[in-house]
């Protein structure tokens, strides 16, 4: 996933904190603050506190030393300020109960878009939520291989899943007019977070396109044109965390996404994207310690809010369990990456954060009669991958069924698509609908997305609706479960039709061949198997 980031190459993950309270001292910000010169441009600033300390005199440390507050995540111990005083990060670090302070911008994800890529659980009973059948009987439905390889048409004649459900799509925002969303979209849980702090409603609008395809998987309705989503009866919610023009990500922008989704107790999130401020994230380096940390504790935050996190694995075609380099962080502002050495003690946020669902991808075409082929960008990693989903393969798998390999999905009317599709609506006011041929891990993650909706709509109930529906450890669980587990490959593709091997796709860090480790119930490649929507909502076991 990463040749222009969004994801088809995007990136994610985050962790939870605080509590308590520890008296922030303004004191020895005075001096400093009164004689501090102005930049000459104002920088956004995530500033980390000690677990267990308190936010509450922010707002004011944060005036004293010459910025304005943002937004103050009291939950989490993190707080988002702006700033053109160069002295402010010396500053409000030197406060009492800061552990980290760092400026975002130089830390931005940026969408690998596939459009310019180089080729082309067991134990579970039923609950209480409302649930009816759908159809896969769009105009469109012929041409979605990838959801008859998840059988979802199959589930769909049991549930389409529950409109008490709410899944927020954390990516580029949707779009709100889309004939084949809109009746799905909930408007009052969307919310822009590019700022750092949550702006709800239509200011989610995407123009980009990537959210509106993600969207689309999961939640495009059955209405007779066009798609059908994994999860067609779910409602889906907006969190616009990318940026319109190029699909970065900025740190400020991925904590208040999070927050948001566990704030307003939505059951699940997906997440088609690396989170910041590198795409490997070390522990220990003190220029990335106050933003991944912040992100972790968000995403924690939200898990703990009942939030069943699902996340691409990336589109680097790297083993994530072991990661020698990192060559492309960061990617904004542009040319300022650098190569660096990482080890285990660095990771991807936020599929690699505990609790996540990783997804890794694979296309149309098998690797044998046990399984489909990984797709060919698809990173992997045994400890990070949960289960597999469809993503595309444009090398690989292309077939009549899938004659260009990739996922067609909802896209805007206004943004150009370089394998559209458009299609007559029922709508009066869209009487045209768009859609889009895309592949990256960025489309595997929202069927992953979608199937833990229909777990939650057969299996979560309304007594808890403080912590979801459902526990995220159970939907993790069924989800896993009853995937269709497939082994290692034998052997791999010599040939494709463009006249490429398997083996010339090299990870784009580390420059290793891909390898795929482990046996069929649970590997680096696929996880616990390939999802399936039709075992998922029968709590039926799968294959492995």
Not at 15 to 35: H, R, W, Y
Request: hydrophobic share 40%; proline share 6%.
């Amino acid at each position: 996933m990463r040749r222009r980031r969004v994801w088809v190459n995007l990136k994610w993950r985050l962790s939870l904190a605080a509590g308590a309270m520890l008296l922030l001292s303004l004191a020895v910000l005075a001096p400093v603050t009164a004689q501090a010169a102005a930049s000459s441009t104002t920088e956004t600033y995530i500033v980390l506190y000690s677990q267990g300390a308190s936010t509450a005199s922010a707002a004011a440390a944060i005036q004293q030393a010459g910025g304005t507050l943002v937004w103050n995540y009291k939950e989490i111990g993190v707080v988002v300020a702006r700033s053109s005083n160069s002295a402010f990060a010396s500053t409000i670090s030197s406060v009492s109960g800061v552990e980290g302070v760092s400026a975002t911008g130089k830390f931005a994800t940026r969408l690998n878009d596939d459009q310019v890529s180089l080729n082309d659980g067991a134990g579970s009973s039923s609950g209480d939520l409302p649930n009816a059948p759908t159809s896969d009987t769009d105009s469109l439905s012929p041409l979605q291989w990838d959801m008859r390889q998840i059988h979802a048409p199959e589930a769909h004649g049991i549930t389409g899943g529950s409109p008490a459900v709410l899944v927020g799509d954390i990516d580029t925002g949707i779009d709100f007019n889309h004939p084949d969303l809109k009746q799905n979209i909930d408007v009052a849980n969307s919310a822009n977070c590019l700022s750092g702090a949550p702006v709800p409603g239509k200011a989610a609008q995407d123009g980009n396109g990537h959210g509106t395809h993600t969207a689309g998987t999961i939640a495009a309705a059955s209405n007779g044109f066009g798609v059908v989503g994994v999860a067609p009866n779910v409602h889906i919610a907006a969190i616009k965390a990318g940026t319109d023009v190029g699909g970065f990500f900025f740190p400020e922008a991925v904590v208040c996404a999070f927050m948001w989704a566990g704030s307003q107790h939505m059951d699940v999130t997906n997440n088609s994207y690396f989170a910041d401020p590198f795409l490997f994230n070390c522990r220990n380096d003190p220029a990335q310690h106050a933003v991944w940390k912040a992100e972790q504790r968000a995403i924690r935050f939200a898990m703990d809010m009942g939030v069943t996190v699902v996340a691409a694995e990336g589109n680097e075609s790297e083993d994530l369990a072991h990661p020698t380099m990192d060559v492309t962080s960061p990617d904004f502002p542009p040319a300022t990456s650098v190569s660096r050495t990482v080890t285990n003690a660095c990771v991807v946020i936020p599929v690699e954060i505990p609790g996540v669902i990783g997804v890794t991808a694979d296309g149309h075409n098998k690797q044998d009669p046990t399984g489909f082929l990984k797709s060919f960008y698809s990173s992997f990693g045994v400890s990070s991958a949960q289960v597999v989903a469809p993503g595309g393969d444009s090398v690989f798998g292309r077939s009549a069924e899938s004659t260009n390999g990739r996922v067609l999905s909802t896209w805007p009317a206004s943004i150009p698509c370089l394998r559209s599709v458009k299609e007559p609506t029922n709508d009066p006011n869209e009487p045209i609908a768009v859609y889009c041929y895309i592949q990256g891990t960025s489309m595997a993650s929202p069927h992953a997305a979608g199937t833990a909706a229909l777990i939650i709509s057969r299996f979560g109930d309304f007594n808890n609706p403080r912590n979801g529906h459902m526990r995220p450890g159970a939907v993790a669980s069924l989800l896993e479960n009853t995937a269709d587990s497939q082994p290692c490959p034998a052997s791999l593709p010599t040939t494709s039709p463009a006249g490429f091997a398997y083996s010339d796709f090299i990870g784009t860090q580390s420059g290793a061949a891909q390898t795929c480790q482990g046996g069929i119930g649970s590997n680096s490649w696929y996880g616990h198997g390939q999802v399936n929507a039709l075992r998922a909502v029968t709590n039926q076991r799968g294959n492995g």
